[in-house]
């Protein structure tokens, strides 16, 4: 039996989504599991425990297309300081919009820096519909699927795996923009206002 490292990098990790996430996947995962979050001044440590772990699952949400600087300054540190025993690395990717195919340059970013480095690659798990699938009753969409991709890193049988919330995207634009402007209003920002480059 193997062991699971999650480590949550998400900037905003002990009030993020991808902890929500996290815990999901630690519930349904019948490996020990050990969440750990990525901070400015843990990186070594975070590095030295991964030789511990058959297995190391990253949990963070998309910036830009891209993987958050939080988990790019990580990667850095790991790449300087790899663990004699490596891990197989997982991924899953939550992201703002409908289609989780937009998770696909961040999954494809982890990949290349496993091949680089000698890690495994395992599973990789692609949101798409952000937060809001974790708060509706579409998140029996979610937790299924949570269920096959922790079942795939428990039996090493490893593959990739998506989810969103089964509705139109003109219906989700029109939805999220309700929230937005309604959360604008509760803080005193218009649409106008929220709708410029200007970011005090």
């Known amino acids: 039996m193997g062991n699971v490292m999650i480590i949550n990098a998400s900037p905003r990790a002990p009030k ?19 969440y750990c979050e990525v901070k400015k001044s843990n990186h070594l440590e975070l590095c030295h425990m991964m030789a511990g772990f058959s297995d190391v699952l990253f949990v963070f949400p998309l910036y830009a297309d891209s993987i958050p600087v939080t988990l790019l300054n990580f990667l850095k540190t790991l790449e300087a300081n790899l663990p004699q025993t490596k891990p197989t690395i997982s991924v899953m990717i939550n992201c703002g919009f409908i289609e989780p195919q937009q998770n696909d340059t961040a999954v494809a970013m982890l990949q290349l820096f496993c091949r680089k480095n000698g890690f495994p690659f395992g599973s990789a798990f692609k949101i798409g519909s952000g937060e809001a699938i974790l708060t509706t009753p579409f998140r029996i969409f979610l937790k299924a699927k949570m269920k096959k991709f922790s079942t795939s890193i428990q039996n090493r049988k490893y593959g990739t795996f998506q989810v969103t919330m089964p509705i139109s995207k003109r219906m989700f634009i029109a939805a999220s923009s309700s929230y937005w402007e309604n959360y604008g209003k509760k803080h005193g ?6 709708s410029t ?4």
Not at 19 to 34: D, G, I, P, R, S
Not at 189 to 194: A, D, F, G, P
Not at 197 to 200: C, G, H, P, R
């Open 16 to 34: 993020s989504n991808s902890k929500e996430y996290a815990k999901l996947f630690a519930q349904y995962c019948q490996l020990q599991t050990e």
């Open 189 to 194: 920002i218009s649409k106008e206002e929220m």
């Open 197 to 200: 480059m200007q970011i005090e």
